[in-house]
């Protein structure tokens, strides 16, 4: 799939329009009509603006843009366009619609959820790109908000469970395991110490840390997948400067250091807490194990 960081110049075009920082379920809607796109010519693809936005706006990222690119691709999106915001915040909404869209973009279909906005101070909506789609007889889709427990899904929603330590309902509003893939980084090597050797990796600036705790994890390494358990925090035990994830493979031993490594999140197990010696520390990593391997037995299988 191509990445372009300008707006490119494209020929027949269908276009899902959207911030689709997260994907969750809500973006996916919209996403998966480009694959009921009847005209087999036309060029699938996503606008949405670089991540310098979400930042700007004070959000963490919920998924890399590499997670998003694999996730697109996927869906059968072949053209993935995030220019700066900074590039298009002064065009009207007439000015974006007539000059990038139709005109750069030569769009004949365009697809966004109904809560879209568009151009200078987001003064456009759904409605005003339907009402400019039929003008140029170009077919327009509005999909409406999906829904999880009475409320739509949100990236907000799933960052505030994430900060609950709630990964369960984060993965049921993004449709799959909350995870993160980052290089493993040498540490204090403490855990191999106590026959539980971790991996350390450090969140990005700009990406969300979920609360601070022990989770049931699930790690992937070439393809095949392994319980895990992962805490997330400053390991008041033995003290870390910064947040960080550490994460023991119960049936894993090899060393991963230099690699970039997937941690998914299935569920929040306890608090992160400051035990009394290394030994306590030590029995409790092992409770933990048995516990992450009954809780992810169901997503190995």
């Not at 690119?69 to 996927?74: E, S």
């Not at 007539?98 to 109904?114: T, W």
């Amino acid at each position: 799939m191509n990445t372009y960081n300008q707006i490119p110049g494209l020929k027949k075009t269908a276009i899902a329009l959207g911030c689709f920082d997260g994907i969750h379920l809500g973006h996916l809607a919209v996403i998966e009509k480009l694959q009921c796109c009847q005209a087999d010519n036309l060029v699938k693809s996503v606008f949405s603006f670089s991540d310098d936005l979400i930042v700007k706006k004070g959000a963490e990222q919920i998924a890399s843009l590499e997670d998003k690119r694999d996730i697109l691709a996927g869906l059968g999106v072949s053209e993935l366009i995030l220019p700066s915001f900074e590039s298009l915040r002064n065009y009207s909404p007439e000015a974006f619609f007539n000059d990038i869209l139709v005109k750069k973009l030569d769009s004949r279909l365009l697809i966004c959820g109904e809560n879209y906005r568009f151009g200078r101070l987001a003064a456009g909506d759904s409605k005003l790109l339907r009402d400019l789609c039929v003008r140029q007889g170009i077919e327009c889709i509005i999909v409406p908000p999906v829904m999880w427990d009475g409320e739509i899904i949100s990236s907000s929603r799933i960052r505030q469970a994430l900060r609950a330590g709630e990964p369960e309902l984060a993965a049921a509003m993004l449709g799959r395991l909350f995870s993160y893939r980052l290089e493993v980084v040498h540490g204090r090597k403490l855990g191999r110490q106590l026959g539980t050797p971790t991996i350390n990796q450090y969140f990005p600036d700009g990406f969300i840390i979920p609360a601070y705790g022990v989770y049931a994890s699930i790690t992937e390494i070439d393809g095949k997948k392994y319980a895990s358990v992962t805490n997330i925090g400053v390991k008041p035990t033995v003290g870390s400067i910064e947040p960080l994830s550490e994460t023991w493979i119960t049936d894993f031993n090899d060393d991963l250091y230099g690699q970039y490594i997937r941690v998914s999140l299935v569920s929040y197990m306890r608090k992160e807490c400051k035990f009394d010696s290394i030994e306590e520390l030590k029995e409790a990593i092992h409770s933990d194990g048995v516990m992450s391997k009954s809780l992810t037995e169901n997503y190995l299988k």
